[in-house]
């Protein structure tokens, strides 16, 4: 499988790179692993996915208009199809939108300070929080949240990252 992830960093990431450590190497390998983790996609196919780092601003813009809730969120996903329960075809040779991923900074910033965390662990489980989001992971009832975060958990393991549910922080 081939996955292209496209990182568009908003003048604020690009900022505060050396502070939040947020390399695109990093985001890319996070986001791949993340992608190949369930093993739902198929291993001949071509994907793109596109990751948005940008500012509260633009995050509470979208939140508004997609989820009607006019604040900043952490981490919003847009995906294209239900990998989890109804695959699509995959067209040969052809590279398929997964989805698009924004990431708020200034709300991450936030919310790590107040967690006692580091950023870069903050980040990390919110991207692959979101990449979950967009391969049909979900949390909106205790059920499908047994599913998805002790994946979130396995995952963050294999880049030396402690589980962020120890004290059950609220993600979008």
């Not at 075809?89 to 989805?99: D, R």
């Not at 994946?151 to 880049?159: C, F, H, T």
Request: glycine fraction near 2%; include cysteine.
């Amino acid at each position: 499988m081939k996955i292209r992830i496209n990182i568009n960093k908003d003048i604020i990431w690009q900022k505060n790179e050396s502070l939040t450590k947020t390399s695109n190497e990093h985001i890319v390998n996070l986001a791949t692993f993340t992608c190949k983790y369930p093993n739902l996609l198929p291993e001949n196919a071509k994907f793109d996915l596109n990751i948005w780092l940008s500012s509260d601003d633009v995050s509470q813009k979208y939140n508004a208009q997609f989820r009607q809730q006019d604040k900043p969120t952490n981490v919003l996903s847009f995906w294209q199809e239900d990998w989890r329960f109804d695959p699509p075809a995959i067209p040969a040779n052809q590279y398929t939108v997964l989805g698009d991923i924004l990431l708020a900074y200034e709300t991450i910033v936030k919310e790590a300070e107040e967690q006692k965390k580091s950023i870069y662990d903050h980040f990390s489980h919110l991207l692959i929080h979101g990449t979950l989001h967009i391969l049909g992971f979900h949390h909106d009832s205790e059920e499908e949240a047994n599913i998805m975060e002790p994946m979130e958990v396995e995952i963050l393991k294999q880049y030396n990252i402690d589980d962020p549910y120890d004290d059950k922080e609220e993600v979008a």
